[in-house]
Nanobody
């Protein structure tokens, strides 16, 4: 199995940017599709972005398209989420997750999770 540790969260004003990182260890990172999820208080965990093993294929939630970019560096076993033009509604705990399913999107289809990193956007 793979172990995941997120970092890079923080507090920013609306319009600002943050870059989240997720470092993987344990199992072979390059056998996993990776995703970013977020969960705000009182809400369900939602998928934000997903990336293929090689990094060439990405999928985004409509709410973040054009603002967020998911990427991965397989040489460093690290996943990234560049978040620009942040809005107060982006405030949530952000999680990275791993799956071996090529079709996975929802949280139920991912097998391994990090502990999360908090992102707070003020207006």
């Amino acid at each position: 199995q793979v172990q995941l540790v997120e970092s890079g969260g923080g507090s920013v004003q609306a319009g600002g940017s943050l870059r989240l990182s997720c470092e993987a260890s344990g199992d072979t990172y390059t056998t996993y599709y990776m995703g970013w999820f977020r969960q705000a208080p009182g809400k369900e965990r939602e998928a934000v972005a997903r990336i293929s093993i090689g990094g060439r294929s990405t999928i985004y939630a409509d709410s973040v398209k054009g603002r967020f970019t998911i990427s991965r560096d397989n040489a460093k076993n690290t996943l990234y989420l560049q978040m620009n033009s942040l809005k107060p509604e982006d405030t949530a705990m952000y999680y990275c997750a791993a799956t071996r399913s090529a079709l996975a999107w929802g949280a139920g289809n991912f097998d391994y999770w990090g502990q999360g990193t908090q992102v707070t956007v003020s207006s």
